[in-house]
Every structure is written in structure tokens, then in C-alpha cells.
């Protein structure tokens, strides 16, 4: 059983930092490719970014590229999403999720275990 817990999220000021974690547990999470996605009120849930099990390889939304990191610890354990210069558009809730299939990282149907999520709002 794969679990995925999400924490770091908060009210920040636009032009600020977050950083997001999360927490994996199962014996095989470190396999698994690794993704963030999320989700605004009101619309549907969108890829941000996404890590290769080696951690050689990772990709992002066109929106973050430049302003958010995404990494995991060499244990492949935990999962990291460094947020800079934040905009009153990045507010939403944030998962996390393991990719269990398919090859497309940003499909999120490819992801076949998510946490609950973590609300990130910033301000104007």
C-alpha cells in the first residue's frame, strides 16, 4: 500500500516562497515516478510538475517553469515542490501523487495514488 502525505502549504504574499513536502511510504514508492498537481475552485485539476523515479529527469508546466522546483531526497522518501515567486494564480489546493502506469507525466489518470492535498493561497 502506497500512502502520500502533503504539508507546506499556507498564505503567502505574492513574490513569496513555499516549500511543499511529501511523505511516502510502501515498500516500492521509491519506483515510482512522482508528480504535483493542482487544483483551483472551480476547475480541474492540473499538472505542475513531475520526477522520475532516478530523480534524473523532471518536467513542468509551462506556467511554474522558472519559478518552481520539484526534487526527492536520495532515500526517495519525500517528495519536494520549492515554490518562488509566487502569484495570485499558483492559489489552489496541491497534491501529490505516484505515477503507477502509462508514460505521460502530466496525465493525471497515469497517477494511481494521491494525498489529500495541501491549500496554498497568496495574495495580491
Known amino acids: 500500500q502506497v500512502q502520500l502525505v502533503e504539508s507546506g502549504g499556507g498564505l503567502v504574499q505574492a513574490g513569496g516562497s513555499l516549500r511543499l513536502s511529501c511523505a511516502t511510504s510502501?515498500?516500492?514508492?521509491?519506483?515510482?515516478?512522482m508528480g504535483w498537481f493542482r487544483q483551483a475552485p472551480g476547475k480541474e485539476r492540473d499538472f505542475v510538475a513531475a520526477i522520475s523515479w532516478s530523480r534524473s529527469d523532471t518536467y513542468y508546466a509551462d506556467s511554474v517553469k522558472g519559478r518552481f522546483t520539484i526534487s526527492r531526497d536520495n532515500a526517495k522518501t519525500t517528495v519536494y515542490l520549492q515554490m518562488n515567486s509566487l502569484k495570485p494564480e499558483d492559489t489552489a489546493v496541491y497534491y501529490c501523487?505516484?505515477?503507477?502506469?502509462?508514460?505521460?507525466?502530466?496525465?493525471?489518470?497515469?497517477?494511481?495514488?494521491w494525498g489529500q492535498g495541501t491549500q496554498v493561497t497568496v495574495s495580491s
Open positions: 510502501g515498500r516500492t514508492i521509491g519506483t515510482y515516478s
Open positions: 501523487a505516484a505515477r503507477s502506469r502509462g508514460t505521460n507525466y502530466a496525465a493525471s489518470g497515469n497517477y494511481g495514488y
